[in-house]
């Protein structure tokens, strides 16, 4: 087996099955499965949810080589008022980091950026908005329109934000949305960004609504549906990317 060439992480073990079933030769140890997603090379690594776990996780390999890509997977609250509807994907165009900064004035508000930046980068400064590779998104929305998901579920591309604490009140919601624009939030995609972006590996952030961000009903919550519309636009995604002279990088 060639050394994987994409790394996909999703935060559990229901979010990887769907990708995991598409893995031809697969390999499982622990938290990582490898194998061939079409004709490439990928290692799927399930840190559990969370910023913390995926950023040690993360690290943990980059520390040992780097992949040509990294993908973040899985799930996330969509936002009805972007127009998303449960079991839409939506392509990440920024990860935002939307609970860290300043208290604001007038709690329970949105926070303030911070006056620091997180991450220094030979392309700017990071405080809480990690830009996503715009013609990489680009790609993975068309890929995404074009693939075999569940019936009336689409593709968007937008900001997707981090958080610790899952939205659960409208009125929250409607905060984030008017704050940042938000398509949807999940936990992990900032974490990851980050630590791509300090290791110059590329990442790239594709969600499936499980649920739509606002007034908690867990009944409603399709995992298994999102999962498995993320996991295809993941497949289709790579297909494109592969295609790619930069994609090779060498190596294939
Ligand atoms: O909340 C629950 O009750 C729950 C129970 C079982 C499993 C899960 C998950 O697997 C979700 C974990 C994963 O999902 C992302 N996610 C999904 N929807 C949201 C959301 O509305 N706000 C924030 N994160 C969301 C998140 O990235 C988690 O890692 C949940």
Sequence with gaps: MPDPRILILTAT????????????????????VTGMLGGTPVRVLVPGPGPVNTAMALTAVMEKTLPALVLQTGCGGGFAQAGINKGDVVVATEMIDVQSGVEPATPPDIVDAL?????????????????????????ACRAARNAPMATGCGAAMGP??????????????????????????????????HVCLHYGVPFLEIRGASNIAGRRDRADWDIPLAATNAAISVCAFIAEWTKRPEACDGKC
């Design 13 to 32: 073990p229901v979010e990887a099955a769907p990708l995991v079933d598409r893995i031809s030769g697969a390999n499982a140890a622990g938290n990582r």
């Design 160 to 193: 997707i934000g981090s958080v610790v604490t899952i939205t659960a009140t409208d009125l929250r919601a409607q905060a984030l949305f008017d704050r940042f624009g938000l398509c949807m939030e999940a936990m992990e995609g900032a974490a990851a960004a």
């Design 115 to 139: 006056p620091f930046p997180v991450l220094k980068t030979p392309a700017g400064e990071i405080t809480n908005r990690y830009p996503a590779d715009i013609r990489l998104a680009d790609t």
